[in-house]
């Protein structure tokens, strides 16, 4: 007997930013904040939202009215977290949203690439992170094999035709300038468009050795100037 039958599943939110301009480039967007990440960034901004718990620290039903109520105030909603694409119900979710007539942008490390891919036809925008070299994902996320769900989540959103951006969060002791150097060309080399190199900050960063090893001279200036040709379009945000 399915316990579950007839319980309608919804998804899980940490929480909510009915208003922000920085979450969807040129967009007044809200953010809904998805429980629930497989990886562990010692940079993580949001480490309250990696575990999943049993019920929803905020329904869903009022997300939704929230962002009904929003309408007209705002042009977009992008679905963070966490990470997003965890959640089976997330597709249901950005349909429901969609059909509000907001713009959908999502914030995704590329964990569920399957998932990710299923519902790029629903998007506007994504903001992918690429952490690192696919093949030293682990030294980042502290999960064994983490490179090949970023890799193919990379490739589903550069075939998908979805505006978006890749972004990578620079510091020096998991991306040592040569690795950034060689990260930024490979990316290149995979036609990546819109690069962001998103420099470390300690605000919000609850690992004492992340926080004690970054340097005001990282990136150097001089590697800056070699990796900003490299693509079409290239911005460097610091603190």
Not at 24 to 38: D, K, R, S, T
Not at 119 to 143: C, E
């Amino acid at each position: 007997m399915d316990l579950h039958a007839g319980r309608q599943r919804m998804l899980k939110v940490g929480g909510v930013t009915p208003f922000t301009a920085t979450d969807y480039p040129g967009q007044l967007a809200a953010a809904v904040f998805v429980q629930g990440c497989p990886w562990r960034c010692g940079y993580c901004h949001n480490p309250h939202l990696q575990e999943r718990t049993r019920h929803s620290p905020i329904a869903w039903t009022d997300v939704l009215g929230l962002l009904k109520r929003r309408i007209g105030l705002i042009d977009a909603v992008v679905f963070s977290g966490g990470e997003p694409t965890m959640d089976p119900c997330l597709a249901d979710a950005i349909a429901q949203v969609r059909a509000l007539g907001f713009k959908i942008g999502l914030h995704s490390g590329g964990t569920h690439p399957q998932r990710l891919k299923s519902i790029l036809p629903l998007l506007d925008w994504v903001g992918l992170d690429v952490k690192a070299m696919f093949a030293n994902y682990a030294n980042v996320t502290q999960v064994g094999g983490s490179g090949g769900p970023a890799l193919a989540s990379l490739e589903a959103v550069l075939a998908s035709g979805v505006d978006y951006e890749c972004r990578t969060t620079a510091h020096p002791a998991l991306l040592p300038e040569t690795e950034l150097w060689q990260l930024a060309q490979a990316l290149a080399g995979m036609q990546v468009k819109n690069y962001v190199l998103q420099v470390f900050r300690m605000q919000g960063c609850s690992d004492p050795a992340l926080n004690n090893t970054m340097t005001g001279n990282y990136p150097s200036a001089g590697l800056v100037q070699r990796i900003a040709p490299l693509f079409p379009a290239f911005t460097l945000r610091r603190a």
